[in-house]
């Protein structure tokens, strides 16, 4: 059976299962919380065990979908951080299957709710290819009659075996800001390693290697629609302040995600159409 639905009516996740890899979708979010090529034996994408699985909670893992804006809203702090979308239920549309990999498409569209956070028209599909590569894609329409803006990431937590000999590679050169403790620009030298919390916004749309020494395996993760990378791992002091998240888990994962945030925002006429994606691919030896 390529898919099901589990019938938990108030919080249904689909389960893919294709011989090149399985997966499980929760439609509170469109949210990808596991992809497991085959020949992998755990999930690619790191699911934190306290995750909460409850409609309109954000889930600690896999890939949150950020969107319309990533990171705090820029003036009202009262909404949520990193958009509305990630804890709205999206729409289930096609699951198709062809030799290679799994099609699943999710849809959202401006709601009564919505509107009252982000008083703008929209249509979101996500197209996600599960197969030895898993690829994630949003594609973004301004249905509106007037022009808006926003900033959005694919929030991807992957698993490693240990951060703390895990480097991250492909951003050489590259200038980042570290989160919000400064806004200078720095140059990145060399390969990102862990040793404290990163909370990293790089200027870059180049794909990036995760080179999980002690999983004896890199992670390849390639973007496009995206002009920055975010890197971060909240080291231990950030992870014990996350109720939905072991004290010790840090160690566990790291997050690259596809973004463009803040301050470079991306203006959409009405009509206007943007796809923000994501591809991961697993080297071994
Ligand atoms: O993408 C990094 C980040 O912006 C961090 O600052 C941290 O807040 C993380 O996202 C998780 O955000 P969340 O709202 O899911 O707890």
């Given amino acids: 059976m390529p898919h099901t639905l589990q019938n938990s009516p108030t919080y ?73 979308v990630r804890t709205m239920p999206w729409t289930l549309g096609d699951v198709t299957e062809t030799a290679e990999h799994s099609t699943v498409l999710l849809h959202l569209s401006e709601t009564e709710d919505s509107l009252k956070l982000w008083p703008h028209k929209f249509n ?37 075996a240990d951060i703390r000999e895990t480097a991250v590679i492909g951003l050489d050169d590259a200038y980042y800001v570290e989160s919000r403790l400064s806004p200078d620009r720095i140059e990145q030298s060399g390969p990102i390693h862990f040793d404290r919390e990163v909370d990293r916004n790089y200027e870059s749309r180049d794909t990036v290697r995760v080179l999980d020494r002690k999983g004896d395996r890199t992670l390849v993760v390639e973007k496009s629609g995206s002009r920055a990378t975010i890197v971060w791992n909240p080291w231990i002091e950030k992870s ?46």
């Fill in 12 to 84: 249904p996740i689909l389960e893919i299962t294709h011989p090149k890899a399985t997966a499980r979708i929760a439609l509170n979010g469109a949210h990808v919380m596991e992809w497991t090529p085959s020949g992998e034996t755990a999930s690619v994408l790191y699911m934190s065990p306290d995750a909460l699985l409850e409609p309109g909670k954000p889930i600690r893992g896999g890939i949150p979908i950020c969107w319309p804006w990533f990171g705090p809203h820029p003036i009202d702090s009262d909404k949520p951080a990193h958009g509305f």
């Fill in 124 to 160: 979101l599909t996500l197209e996600v290819k599960i197969g030895a590569q898993l690829s994630i894609a949003l594609h973004i329409k301004n249905t509106c009659t007037e022009a808006w803006s926003m900033t959005g990431a694919l929030h991807t937590y992957l698993t490693v």
């Fill in 240 to 285: 014990k302040r996350l109720a939905d998240l072991p004290d010790e888990a840090y160690f566990g994962f790291l997050c690259i995600e596809a973004a463009n945030a803040a301050p470079d925002i991306i203006p959409m006429s009405p009509g206007k159409e943007h796809t923000l994606s994501q591809k991961l691919t697993i080297q071994r030896g």
